[in-house]
């Protein structure tokens, strides 16, 4: 059974930093991309970062240079580093399984950590 635990949101001050974890049980990890994606309300899920099995990294452009996505195949675990948050960070952020290239998810969502950033 596929699990993805998302942890490590909460309420930061604009400026702060937050390193959030993904968990996964019942993948083959180390072959797959991974993503994180966030929703913030009222709108759509969106693609925050992805990482490849080989770590090649991408980020969304309202990200790129503040936040790091990281991978630890030893622990099935995928990380989000975000450094200079702004309030429009705000959103429950959520990890899945991607499809290289298009991300399109592989997996049900888990539960997803809230990110607040106050201004």
């Known amino acids: 059974q596929v699990q993805l635990v998302e942890s490590g949101g909460g309420l930061v001050q604009a400026g702060g930093s937050l390193r959030l974890s993904c968990v996964t049980t019942?993948?083959?990890?180390?072959?797959?991309?991974m993503a994180w994606y966030r929703q913030a309300p009222g709108k759509q899920r969106e693609l925050v970062a992805g990482i490849t099995r080989g770590g090649t990294t991408n980020y969304a452009d309202s990200v790129k240079g503040r936040f790091t996505i990281s991978r630890d195949n030893a622990k099935n675990t995928v990380y989000l580093q975000m450094n200079s948050l702004k309030p429009e960070d705000t959103a429950v952020y959520y990890c899945?399984?991607?499809?290289?290239?298009?991300?399109?998810?592989?997996?049900?969502w888990g539960q997803g950590t809230q990110v607040t950033v106050s201004s």
């Open positions: 899945n399984a991607a499809v290289p290239g298009t991300f399109a998810t592989l997996h049900s």
């Open positions: 019942g993948i083959a990890f180390r072959f797959n991309t």
